[in-house]
C-alpha cells in the first residue's frame, strides 16, 4: 500500500526532473517494520507473569498516587491561601479599629524599638490612620501609629502558620499515598495475586508437565480448586480436552490390539481355509475311490469296514467345505435363518477337536425356530459358544443348546441357551465376561476376543447376549434374537 501511495504521488508531481528525484529518494529508503516491538516492550513480554505483573502493579499505583497527590495539593492550597486572605482581612479591620485578640500579641513602642523604616514613619505620619504592611525577613507585620501619645502599635500576620500547616498537609498526603500505594502493592503481590493468579497458573504448568512426563495422576486439576473465573473456565476446559485426548489414546490402544488379534484371527482363518481347500483333492480321489470300491461285491466285515471309511472321509469332506465356507467373507445380508441346521453346522466345525469325541452334545433348538440375521455371521458366534462350553467341561460332559420364544413389546423374539455341566464362571469374571482380555474368562485360552465380536455381532442383529451360571451347575450363555 506504501508503494502504490509512493507511485500515486510522485505521478501527481508537475516537473519530470522532481518526479525522477522523488522516486530515487522513495526506492532508496529502507522501509521500517512497524510490527516490531521496539526493545522495552519486547523485554517486558518476555517476562515472567510475575515480574510483569509486579511492574504493571507499580506503575499503575505510581501514577495513581501521583495523580491523586498533584490533583489534591493545588486544592488544598487554594483553600488554604483562602483561609490566609480572610483572616488577614479580618486582622486589617480589626487592627484600624484597635480590636485586635490578645492571641496576636500587639505591641506598643518607638519606632526604634519596633524596628520601623523610615519610608514607614512617613507614611504613618502624613496618614495617621492608616496602617503600614512590612515584611521583616520571612515575618510579616502591621504598623499604625497612635494619635494620643504618638507611639507605634505592631501586629505580626500568621503567615508562618498557613505556611507550616501548608507544609504538613503536603507531607502527611504524600505519606499516606506512599502508605497505601505499598500496602496495596504488598496486599496483590503476596495475598491476591498469589492466590488467584500465580498458583493457579503453577497448577496448569504442573498439570501439563504431568502430560508431558505421562503421570496420568497429576495431569487433571481438581474440580474443587477451580473457580468459576476465566482463569477457571481455561483450567476445566484443560482437563475436559485431556481427558477426552487420553481416552481417544486408550481406545486407540484398546483399537490397535484388537485389530492386531483380528489379524491374527483372519491369518489364521485363511491358513485353514487354504489347508482345507488343498484337502479337497485328495479327499474327493479317495472318496470316488471308496465308493468304487463300495459297489463291488465283498463280505459282511468287508462291507462294514468300506461303509465306516465312507462315513469318514465324508465327514471329512464336509468338514473340510464347512471351514472353506466359514472363512468366506459375504455382504452383511439380513434374511430368515433357520437356526437348528446352523447350530449343527457350529458343532460340526467344532467337533475337530478330538474332545469332542468324548462329550455328548444336543441340539434342542426348535426344527422352525428361524431368526432374522446374517447365518454367516451368527454361525462365528455359536463356534465361539460351543468351543468355550467344549473347553470347560470334562469328558464325558453335556452340552445343550434349547430354544424358546417369548413376545415384548408386540415383537416376537427367539432365545437359544447355550449350557454346559462343566465348572462354570467365576464370579469375579461374571460381571466383566463381555470386555475384551479379559484373562480369566470362559475363551482365555484362545484370542481373548470370541465373546467380546460375539456380544457385538449379536448387538449389531438387535438382540442381547448374556451369562450367568446354572443353579445345578455349568454355565449358561443366553443369546436373544429377533424372530423371523
Same mark, same amino acid.
Given at each position: ?67 491523586i497527590y498533584f490533583s489534591l495539593i493545588p486544592f488544598i492550597e487554594q483553600r488554604i491561601n483562602a483561609a490566609r486572605t480572610r ?50 525577613d520571612t515575618r510579616e507585620f502591621l504598623f499604625r501609629r497612635l494619635p494620643e501619645s504618638g507611639r507605634y502599635q505592631r501586629v ?199 474332545? =469332542? ?126 424372530? =423371523?
Amino acid at each position: 500500500m506504501a508503494e502504490r501511495f509512493g507511485q500515486r504521488f510522485t505521478e501527481l508531481l508537475p516537473r519530470p526532473r522532481l518526479r525522477r528525484r522523488t522516486q530515487a529518494l522513495l526506492t532508496s529508503a529502507a522501509p521500517s517494520p512497524i510490527w516490531r516491538f521496539p526493545p522495552l516492550a519486547g523485554l517486558f513480554g518476555n517476562l515472567k507473569v510475575r515480574p510483569k505483573f509486579m511492574v504493571l502493579h507499580n506503575l499503575f499505583f505510581v501514577l495513581l498516587t501521583a495523580t491523586i497527590y498533584f490533583s489534591l495539593i493545588p486544592f488544598i492550597e487554594q483553600r488554604i491561601n483562602a483561609a490566609r486572605t480572610r483572616e488577614e482581612a479580618i486582622l486589617m479591620r480589626a487592627f484600624m479599629e484597635n480590636r485586635v485578640p490578645g492571641e496576636y500579641l500587639p505591641v506598643i513602642g518607638g519606632a526604634a524599638e519596633l524596628q520601623l523604616p523610615a519610608e514607614a514613619q512617613g507614611f504613618l505620619n502624613d496618614y495617621p490612620r492608616a496602617a503600614y504592611r512590612h515584611q521583616q525577613d520571612t515575618r510579616e507585620f502591621l504598623f499604625r501609629r497612635l494619635p494620643e501619645s504618638g507611639r507605634y502599635q505592631r501586629v505580626e500576620f500568621p503567615s508562618d502558620t498557613y505556611d507550616s500547616f501548608t507544609h504538613r498537609v503536603r507531607l502527611t498526603l504524600f505519606f499516606v499515598l506512599g502508605a497505601i500505594y505499598l500496602l496495596s502493592v504488598l496486599a496483590l503481590e503476596f495475598l491476591i495475586m498469589p492466590r488467584y493468579v500465580y498458583s493457579r497458573i503453577r497448577m496448569m504448568l504442573d498439570a501439563d508437565q504431568a502430560v508431558r512426563e505421562n503421570r496420568r495422576a497429576d495431569e487433571v486439576i481438581d474440580r474443587e480448586r477451580i473457580l468459576d473465573d476465566e482463569i477457571g473456565q481455561i483450567m476445566h476446559s484443560r482437563n475436559v480436552t485431556v481427558q477426552a485426548l487420553r481416552q481417544h489414546e486408550d481406545e486407540l490402544a484398546k483399537a490397535l490390539e484388537t485389530l492386531e488379534a483380528q489379524d491374527r484371527l483372519a491369518s489364521l482363518g485363511l491358513l485353514s481355509a487354504s489347508v482345507a481347500h488343498e484337502l479337497n483333492t485328495p479327499l474327493s480321489v479317495l472318496l470316488g475311490s471308496l465308493e468304487k470300491m463300495a459297489e463291488q461285491p465283498c463280505d459282511t466285515p468287508t462291507r462294514q469296514r468300506l461303509d465306516r471309511m465312507l462315513r469318514v472321509t465324508q465327514r471329512i469332506k464336509k468338514i473340510s467345505e464347512s471351514l472353506i465356507d466359514f472363512a468366506r467373507v459375504r455382504r452383511d445380508v439380513f434374511e430368515p435363518v433357520r437356526l437348528q441346521p446352523l447350530i449343527q453346522e457350529a458343532w460340526d466345525l467344532v467337533g475337530i477337536d478330538e474332545k =469332542a469325541i468324548a462329550v455328548k452334545f444336543k441340539n434342542s433348538v426348535g426344527v422352525i425356530d428361524t431368526a432374522m440375521g446374517n447365518g454367516d455371521r451368527l454361525i462365528q458366534v455359536f463356534v465361539n459358544l460351543l468351543r468355550n462350553a467344549l473347553n470347560a467341561i470334562k469328558p464325558g460332559g453335556h452340552i445343550e443348546v434349547s430354544s424358546f420364544v417369548t413376545i415384548d413389546g408386540g415383537r416376537r423374539w427367539l432365545h437359544l441357551k447355550v449350557e454346559d455341566d462343566g465348572p462354570g464362571i467365576p464370579p469375579d469374571v461374571l460381571p466383566d465376561i463381555f470386555d475384551a482380555f479379559v484373562s480369566t474368562r470362559l475363551d482365555s485360552r484362545g484370542t481373548g476376543l470370541g465373546l467380546t465380536i460375539a456380544e457385538g455381532i449379536i448387538s449389531q442383529h438387535g438382540g442381547t447376549i448374556s451369562a450367568a451360571n446354572r443353579p445345578s451347575g455349568g454355565a449358561c450363555i443366553e443369546v436373544k434374537l429377533p424372530a =423371523a
